[in-house]
C-alpha cells in the first residue's frame, strides 16, 4: 500500500531537550494508526513533524510521497487540535462558515460554486451539525465543535484525518459517537492518525499502534503491541491496562 506518511530517522529538539529520538515511522493510505504515549512523550511534536507544522532537526518526512517542505495540497489533510475542542474558536463565525473553509483550497479567492455548497450541506449532515449551521462556534459544547471541525475536514475531502486527543472534555456519549463517527469514515477510505490519553480506546479502535516515549518502542498492529512490553517500556510503572475487543 502507498504510504501517506513516510517518517525517516527524525529526530526533534526543543533547544537541549530532545523531544523525538530517531523516529521511524509510516502511515498507510487507508491505516488507522494509535499515536499513544506519556505526557510530554513527543506524540505532538510527532505529529506536527508529520504535518509540516514543525521542521526535523536530522531525518526525512514525506506526505503522499511529496518532501514535507514541499507539499501543498493541504486540503488533504484534516486536522483537528486538541485546542480546538477544548477552548473553541475567539473569531465570531459559524458553524456553516468553519466548514465553507474545508472548500477554500478547492477554489481560491473564487466564489462557491453549487456544488460545493451541497458539499459543504452533505459534511454538515453527516456529522449531524446541520441544526447548529447558524450557532457561532465558540458557543458549542466540545462534542459539537469537534464534529464541526471533523465536518470541515470532510468539506475538504481530505485522505488525512490527523487528531490530537480530540475528545478531552467531551461526554462519554458524544465521545462513542465520535469514535463511531471515525470509524465509518476510515472504513471508507480515510486514514486517521489519533493521539489519545485512553490506551484502551487506542486498542479496541485502532489497527496499528505507535508507542513512543521520545523513541519508538513499538510500530505495529494492535494485537502484536497488546502482547508486546512497549507499554511498561515507554510508561514505566505507570502503564494504564490495556483493554482490547478486537
Known sequence: MNAV??????????????????VSIDVADGEFLGLIG????????????????????????RLFGE????????????????????????MPVTVEEVVEMGR????????LRSDDRRIIEEAMERVDVLDLRDRRINALSGGQRQRAYIARALAS??????????????????????????????????????IEHDIGVVTDRAERIACLNRELYHHGDTESFVESDALERAYGATGTVVHHHH
Do not use: C, W
Open 157 to 194: 475531502e481530505a485522505d488525512l484525518l490527523a487528531l490530537d486527543e480530540p475528545t478531552v472534555g467531551v461526554d462519554a456519549e458524544s465521545r462513542d459517537r465520535f469514535y463511531g463517527l471515525l470509524e465509518e469514515l476510515n472504513e471508507e477510505g480515510i486514514a486517521i492518525v489519533l
Open 104 to 111: 477554500y483550497p478547492h477554489r481560491g479567492s473564487g466564489r
Open 5 to 22: 506518511v513516510s517518517v525517516r530517522d527524525v529526530t526533534y529538539t526543543y533547544g537541549d531537550t530532545v523531544a523525538v529520538d530517531d
Open 67 to 90: 518532501p514535507v517542505s514541499s507539499f501543498e495540497d493541504g486540503h488533504r489533510i484534516g486536522y483537528v487540535a486538541q485546542q480546538a475542542t477544548q477552548k473553541g474558536s475567539t
Open 38 to 61: 506519556p505526557n510530554g512523550s513527543g506524540k505532538t511534536t510527532l505529529l506536527h513533524l508529520m504535518l509540516g507544522l514543525l521542521e526535523p532537526d536530522s531525518g526525512e518526512i
